[in-house]
């Protein structure tokens, strides 16, 4: 990079979020499961309660997702080497929010609403998974 003087850059991409779904209000979706869902707005672990109903269809009701298995997500490296205890951790499936959308269940409402936040990372978009780099 001869001749830059300043190289700008960060950990990941960013997606715009348009829509902010609060799961934590969607009763039918938390029956069915064994623990609120937890991780990320763009990438959410769900850990199913037995006798679920398909959380796909459930979470169909919020926008867009792909559902993956946690045998899927690690098998395919999606979140590098996954062993142990911290695969365990993972819950049953990933599930990745579309272009635009972000979910969370809130555990307690602060003074900054997180539903209103204009932007999130962690999944699987080309806006997310390319690395910005300014070079001035």
Do not use: W
Not at 21 to 32: G, I, M
Not at 54 to 82: I, N, Y
Request: proline share 5%; with cysteine; glycine share 12%.
């Amino acid at each position: 990079m001869e001749g830059a003087d300043i190289l700008i850059t960060a950990d990941h991409g960013h997606e715009e979020i348009q829509r902010n779904e609060d799961l934590s209000k969607d009763a039918d979706l938390l029956r069915a499961l064994a623990v609120p869902p937890f991780g990320d707005p763009r990438a959410l672990y769900l850990k199913a309660s037995a006798g679920a109903r398909d959380l796909g269809e459930l979470l169909s009701k919020h926008g867009e997702f792909q559902l993956m298995s946690r045998e899927e997500a690690v098998g395919t490296g999606l979140l590098g080497p996954c062993e142990g205890r911290f695969a365990d951790r993972l819950g049953d499936y990933v599930a990745l929010p579309g272009r635009g959308l972000a979910a969370m269940y809130l555990y307690k409402r602060r003074n900054e609403d997180p539903l209103k936040f204009k932007g999130h990372h962690g999944g699987l978009t080309e806006d997310e998974l390319y690395v910005p780099l300014i070079i001035v």
